[in-house]
């Protein structure tokens, strides 16, 4: 019965399991949060040509 005072793995076990938690955690995060990322039209280019129109629109204000 040598085996079950034997604590070597304990430390890996448990930060194995700490790891697992948290890849679920992030896994849920993702799929709760999925249709924010897929809903969302990324046009950069439009983006930035609307910041840079505002900043000149401003810049010439002052």
């Known amino acids: 019965m040598i085996f079950l005072k034997d ?3 304990q430390g890996a076990a448990e930060y194995l399991l700490l ?3 948290v890849i679920v ?3 849920g995060t ?5 249709s924010y990322f897929t809903d969302q039209a990324f046009d950069t280019a ?3 040509n609307s910041v840079r129109t505002k900043s ?3 810049n010439r204000s002052l």
Request: charged fraction near 15%; avoid cysteine.
């Open 56 to 58: 000149s629109v401003n």
């Open 25 to 27: 955690i992030a896994i």
């Open 7 to 9: 604590e070597k793995g």
């Open 19 to 21: 790891f697992a938690g």
């Open 46 to 48: 439009a983006d930035l």
């Open 30 to 34: 993702l799929i709760i949060y999925n």
